[in-house]
């Protein structure tokens, strides 16, 4: 059997699904949108029988077809069991984006009817609620224009093509909303808070003076030790599993000082002896 490589793109309608399958063709994926979900083996088949080399296949596959929902996990788990690794990326976006999204294009949501787009992105929501749990990989677009979200797929694709496991290490502000596309959280706002200090309140994580600050706690040390021992504990038990982007989150009240110092230490911390370990400061400039 060749080996293949199929990687499924659903989630929200309004979410970006053109342009992530637009950008897997770019990246040599033989794409298809709207395939009738009981013909997913047929085209396996096509495809691994075909005199072209085709060894990597991108599907959107979504709610305008009927039986999708009803028949995508047991078609999901046959091929599995067959030996098909299956990756399931799934989009989605807050209610308003969306709704902004289909009033500047004039389209009308595929569930509404004869409701507004509203209701149909909530109907539509509940039905992927089941989906969602399934997905590989879960990408919040809300804040994202088509050229952000066309970079961010294509790291993403790329890195899905090597054999090691990509690590993201992420500061959030909880006061800003918990990020959607990750694998980890870790809440740190019990630690000491910089913010309440006069001289540190302007700056953020990344200062010596902020992490001094933070790291000096006893609490500081024993919460570091117990968390990389449990990240390390993880770690080979998810590249086991064939999981190949891992992303952790940590978070404090505004994503400026503590979650910065911690995922700063984090990233530090692993990266030795290893290249593919990233940082990411979602809020940190935010005020």
Do not use: W
């Amino acid at each position: 059997m060749r080996e293949l490589r199929i990687i499924i793109i659903s989630g929200l309608s309004g979410t970006g699904k053109s342009t992530a399958l637009k950008t897997l063709e770019d990246l040599g994926f033989f794409c298809v949108d709207n395939l009738p979900v009981l013909l997913l083996p047929k085209f396996i088949e096509l495809c691994q029988s075909s005199i072209h080399d085709v060894s990597k296949i991108g599907l959107v596959m979504d709610v305008r077809e009927r039986e999708f929902l009803k028949e995508y996990p047991h078609m999901c788990d046959l091929l599995q069991g067959e030996g098909y690794h299956i990756e399931l990326i799934f989009l989605e976006s807050s209610d308003e984006v969306l709704i902004q999204r289909f009033s500047e294009t004039r389209r009308q949501h595929p569930l509404s009817d004869e409701g507004s787009v509203a209701e149909g992105i909530q109907i539509e929501r509940e039905k992927l609620g089941e989906l969602k749990s399934r997905a590989d990989k879960i990408i919040d677009t809300s804040e994202l224009t088509v050229h952000q979200l066309r970079m961010l797929l294509e790291e993403y694709f790329q890195q899905l093509s090597t054999r090691s496991m990509h690590i993201t290490f992420m500061s959030f502000g909880f006061k800003y909303g918990v990020p959607h596309d990750i694998d980890m959280l870790f809440d740190v706002r019990f630690l000491p808070n910089p913010y309440f200090v006069s001289e540190l309140k302007d700056l953020d994580g990344t200062d010596p003076r902020v992490a001094d600050y933070v790291f000096r706690r006893q609490e500081t040390q024993g919460y570091l030790q117990k968390l990389q021992d449990f990240i390390s504990f993880q770690l080979p038990l998810f590249e086991r599993e064939g999981k190949t982007y891992l992303t952790i989150a940590i978070g404090c009240t505004g994503g400026r000082h503590r979650s910065v110092v911690i995922a700063e230490h984090l990233k530090e911390l692993f990266s030795r002896g290893k290249s593919d370990v990233y940082i990411n400061h979602r809020d940190f400039k935010k005020h």
